[in-house]
């Protein structure tokens, strides 16, 4: 495979020579090899030789074909954006390309390819937010002004993502006050977005993780609401598992388990009868922990094992004390 990744680098640059090709042919030969060469690449390598390609096709590009030389510059930056060893100045080479190729997108009102590239400069700022070199509202604005196209109705794909990573920095950001509500609010509302657009039969594993991740949202809202939250997070959590099962997806159906008992944990055996308790609550909780401590045993996973164990030993205790008032 990697012999066969060098023969299309070697062809790209051997593409450079033809006689009765214009340069701007030559160079857009370039970037179609380049995108190629990074479709599915098994290596840093990989990426790095398709980043070369577009520096030459940008070389040889002349400058009177703004609209080709811009669209190198946005494909370009998803490599550099893809690139695993380079780090936020591989991200700020991105941002940089990415904002070149927006201005001269939006010069020929080319509206989808705008739009895809504020996608790209959203998760190229979310990515710089996370290591504190970058500002999370910039992603945020980027997300919305693609929001602005990619509306559910035309582009469905688009949107479920846009709003399933609006949803993510909404909940990675301090949630100390008022606003903080805000934003969880915001996050729960992203996910539901998202839902409107993707189904159980056509996106399964993306339905699961979004109703996994909105069942996260509803349980851990600091709302005034907590008790409707619980029951609509535990909702969630069984439509995700639906999908999700311990043959075919053992992780993700260990999260799943494990964030469903910490509900149970949390709501009464009886939605009618408050006051009754919740002992039978507290049991499921305890079983389900078990199962998803053994799951993430089998796959080496010490940090949930250890959480899970800790609160196992919580549970007992509670069921032994509900068990003495008994």
Do not use: W
Not at 60 to 71: E, F, G, H, K, M
Request: proline share 2%; hydrophobic share 40%; glycine share 4%.
């Amino acid at each position: 495979m990697a012999d066969l990744f060098e023969a299309h680098f070697d062809a790209a640059l051997k593409a450079v020579e033809i006689e009765d090709a214009t340069a701007e042919e030559k160079a857009e030969m370039l970037m179609e090899i380049a995108m190629g060469i990074q479709q599915k690449p098994k290596n840093a390598k990989q990426i790095e030789d398709a980043i070369e390609l577009y520096r030459r096709a940008l070389e040889i590009c002349p400058d009177a074909a703004v609209l080709l030389r811009a669209r190198i510059k946005a494909r370009q930056a998803t490599a550099y954006q893809a690139l695993p060893t380079g780090g936020n100045q591989s991200l700020y080479k991105a941002q940089g390309a990415f904002g070149e190729a927006l201005a001269v997108f939006k010069q020929y009102d080319l509206k989808e390819e705008a739009a895809e590239t504020e996608m790209n400069l959203g998760l190229v700022m979310q990515s710089l937010a996370q290591s504190g070199a970058g500002r999370v509202n910039d992603a945020i604005q980027h997300y919305h002004n693609a929001l602005r196209v990619f509306t559910k109705e035309n582009y469905p794909q688009e949107f479920a993502i846009l709003h399933n990573n609006l949803a993510i920095i909404y909940l990675s950001m301090p949630m100390s006050d008022e606003r903080g509500k805000m934003r969880e609010a915001l996050a729960v509302q992203s996910f539901e977005e998202v839902l409107k657009v993707i189904n159980l039969i056509d996106h399964p594993s993306e339905y699961a993780m979004i109703q996994n991740n909105l069942g996260n949202a509803l349980q851990y809202a600091s709302s005034s609401h907590a008790f409707a939250n619980n029951l609509r997070a535990l909702e969630a959590y069984n439509e995700a598992l639906r999908v999700r099962n311990r043959r075919d997806t053992p992780l993700e159906y260990a999260n799943t388990i494990a964030n469903k008992a910490n509900v149970l944990r949390n709501l009464p055996d009886d939605t009618e009868n408050l006051a009754a308790g919740n002992r039978r609550n507290l049991q499921e909780a305890h079983s389900l922990y078990q199962e998803a401590r053994e799951i993430f045993s089998h796959f080496g996973q010490l940090a949930g094992v250890q959480q899970i164990t800790e609160t196992l030993h919580e549970i007992e205790q509670e069921l032994s004390a509900t068990a003495s008032v008994n």
